[in-house]
């Protein structure tokens, strides 16, 4: 008899370390990773490119999902990666323009539905860690673990900055940075649920290794599967 694919579900709000964690327990596991975060970016990538004199407040279902028709998702290194036109989009998907608009897209239904159903696909027959919007409650509710990651505002700006600008803010640009995040996670309500059976973990006081370390101990748990490195690689 043949082990089942498992999903470890990791869900939170924006900027709570999802991705980057999910990448690292998955390569942990020896799992694929799957960012569904990514392509709600990828989608609205492509509408910024497209929209031309269409102000992003007159967006619609339709010319968001016709614009990611440009959007292919693609295998990369036990991970996978959205493309637009066949091209890597890494630094447009992080872009200031896609950030403050890939809420509006991420609240669209048609939209929300064509990115679960390509996460359903791309999951396939595989063992992933699939990381985002919905995952727990609504993509993989008979998830084999749920885990929701929560931070303080504060921290959580603090960790974003840093990322993005290379280099440790200051304490102006963190407020700033702050009142964007509790702005978005206000935007965000609807689609940030956590699913009840889902194991919250408050990560503001742990590191990401700590973190990495907590999920790796639960999969492992509930899986049997066994851990495919002895430490925490970098």
């Known amino acids: 008899m043949t082990e089942r694919n498992v999903v470890i579900a990791i869900d939170g709000p924006a900027a709570s370390g999802k991705s980057s964690t999910a990448q690292w327990v998955a390569r942990r596991l020896g799992f694929h990773h799957?960012?569904?975060?990514?392509?709600?970016?990828?989608?609205?990538?492509a509408q910024l490119d497209r929209q031309a004199v269409v102000e992003a407040e007159q967006w619609t279902e339709d010319m968001v999902l016709?614009?990611?028709?440009?959007?292919?998702?693609?295998?990369?290194?036990?991970?996978?990666?959205?493309?637009?036109?066949?091209?890597?989009?890494?630094?447009?998907?992080?872009?200031?323009?896609?950030?403050?608009?890939?809420?509006?897209?991420?609240?669209?239904?048609?939209?929300?539905t064509w990115v679960n159903e390509l996460v359903r696909r791309t999951a396939g027959a595989r063992d992933v860690v699939v990381d985002g919007r919905d995952i727990g409650t609504v993509v993989f509710p008979d998830a084999e673990l749920k885990v929701f990651l929560v931070a303080d505002p504060w921290e959580r700006a603090r960790r974003r900055l840093i990322q993005r600008l290379d280099r440790h803010p200051n304490e102006d640009e963190i407020a700033a940075e702050?009142?964007?995040?509790?702005?978005?996670?206000?935007?965000?309500?609807?689609?940030?649920?956590?699913?009840?059976?889902?194991?919250?973990?408050?990560?503001?006081?742990?590191?990401?290794?700590?973190?990495v370390?907590?999920?790796?101990?639960?999969?492992?748990?509930?899986?049997?599967?066994?851990?495919?490195?002895?430490?925490?690689?970098?």
């Open 34 to 45: 799957v960012d569904s975060g990514s392509l709600y970016r990828a989608a609205t990538a």
């Open 213 to 234: 370390e907590r999920i790796v101990a639960l999969a492992k748990a509930v899986t049997r599967r066994p851990d495919k490195t002895s430490a925490v690689d970098g």
């Open 66 to 112: 016709q614009a990611a028709r440009r959007v292919t998702f693609v295998p990369a290194e036990g991970t996978f990666a959205p493309l637009l036109d066949g091209a890597p989009c890494d630094a447009a998907l992080r872009s200031v323009e896609v950030t403050k608009h890939v809420s509006r897209v991420a609240q669209m239904p048609r939209v929300r």
């Open 178 to 211: 702050t009142d964007a995040i509790v702005h978005r996670d206000a935007k965000d309500a609807t689609q940030t649920v956590q699913a009840t059976d889902a194991i919250l973990i408050d990560t503001t006081y742990l590191t990401q290794e700590e973190q």
